[in-house]
């Protein structure tokens, strides 16, 4: 259990690709993971909605509770935290409220699916504020250009994700793979050397 704790970051990145990885098993016509989202694996009235909403709010929810608890144990600086804590929960909110259907003409909440877009919006911020601010403290300057790097690969996928109307599920799927690595294999590497 110890070890889930401290490998918050594996653990939320490892069981929401898991589940995004079932939920498309489940993917029913029109669906379609070149020009649909992710986040319309969890869209209102959609059948199978639970399997990607549990994703959405068990990453957002364990990277929460894993940054949450390194602060309280002084294992962690609020400075470089508090962007990615806040993505988590973001994630997770996103995952309480779902977008609208991907099938025209079905009645929806416009609510819940604005909550959603926002909670996401809020997300792809706070993340990139997270990697700006890794970037600028970082003082191994092979890390300090990795965040650099990250942080132009995200804002660069979702500047493309904005603008184009064909392959918006390949563009987010690339900017979840960039988002993940960083998450897993440096973010990890930056709490176990501060940790």
Known sequence: MTELITKYNWTSVGLFVGLIIIAHFFTTSPYDWRTNTISELASQQYQYRWIMKIGFILFGGILAIGITN?????????????P???YGLAILISGLY???????????SELESKIHSYSAQIAGMAFSIGLLIYGFTETNT???????????????????FGIMDS???IIQRVMYIGSFV?????????????G
């Open 70 to 82: 390194k602060l309280i144990n002084g294992n962690a600086k609020l400075l470089t935290e508090l």
């Open 84 to 86: 990615i804590l806040i």
């Open 98 to 108: 779902s977008t609208k259907p991907i099938v025209d003409g079905i009645e929806y």
């Open 142 to 160: 092979n890390l300090k250009i990795i965040h650099f790097v990250t942080f132009a690969f995200v804002v660069g996928f979702s500047a493309l």
């Open 167 to 169: 392959n918006v599920g």
């Open 182 to 194: 960083w998450l897993t294999l440096f973010y990890n590497q930056i709490n176990e050397a501060s």
